[in-house]
């Protein structure tokens, strides 16, 4: 009797569930599917996983040094390859023997370097102390006053160019100076050419396309690095 009551009660059970499912239509039911984080694996020795966790570290800091070593070689690499070197060559105002050139005192600046060279200030030094201009500087290495009356006509025809500001592309030269000897002038080229270009002195201070700053003097061969041309 017991048995066939809850057997009964089964049935009714039954009978229900299939009713309230049929009620529901023809819709499909999905369960969604838990996607469990794979855990990771230990050896069960304290030593042996600290070890392994550590070790995976430092492989992770060495790949972060060489990453950032690499970075910084490739911009020094790309900074080389844009670099300007100025220099500044000066003659002594003998020509060669046998070309029948005139004699004149000149000043050359150039840029052998890779990068084009922005010329931020030219400066001309007389012992060590800057004058105004050109004509000032050879009358000052002739013992003349600054003040000269006439200063054009004791110095004769002379080639002056200004320098700064201006850029001077990779590979390319720009006379600064050209001064020939003439009747007119010769005794003020003379003692000029005699005194030579040893108590006169040129500096331009040059940057490149990346604000690094330099000033090359025509005394010295490596130029000096500056913060700017300011």
């Known amino acids: 009797m017991l048995h066939r ?45 600290l070890t392994v966790a550590f070790s995976a570290l430092f492989v992770s800091l060495c790949s972060l040094g060489i990453a950032l070593h690499h970075g910084r070689t490739m911009q020094r690499l790309v900074e080389a390859n844009s670099r300007p070197f100025i220099q500044i060559t000066t003659s002594g105002g003998r020509p060669v023997s046998g070309s029948g050139a005139s004699q004149a005192l000149s000043v050359l600046i150039s840029n052998p370097g890779a990068g ?42 002379m080639m002056y160019s200004t320098v700064a500001p201006s850029y001077l592309k990779a590979g390319s030269d720009q006379p600064v100076l050209v001064w020939s000897r003439t009747a007119g002038n010769a005794s003020v080229w003379d003692k000029d050419a005699e005194a030579g270009f040893n108590r006169l002195k040129f500096e331009a201070c040059y940057c490149s396309i990346f604000d690094e700053c330099w000033i090359e003097n025509s005394h010295t061969f490596r130029p000096t690095p500056v913060t700017s041309c300011g």
């Open 5 to 49: 009551n809850m057997r009964a009660m089964k049935d009714r059970k039954r009978g229900r569930v299939v009713a309230d499912l049929s009620a529901l239509g023809h819709h499909q039911f999905v369960v969604p599917e838990t996607e469990l984080a794979p855990e990771i694996r230990k050896t069960g020795h304290r030593m042996a996983d």
């Open 116 to 157: 084009a060279a922005r010329v931020e200030r030219f400066s001309i030094l007389v012992d060590d102390e800057v004058v105004k201009d050109m004509s000032e500087a050879l009358l000052r290495l002739a013992g003349l006053p600054a003040n000269t009356p006439d200063a054009s006509a004791v110095l004769g025809p």
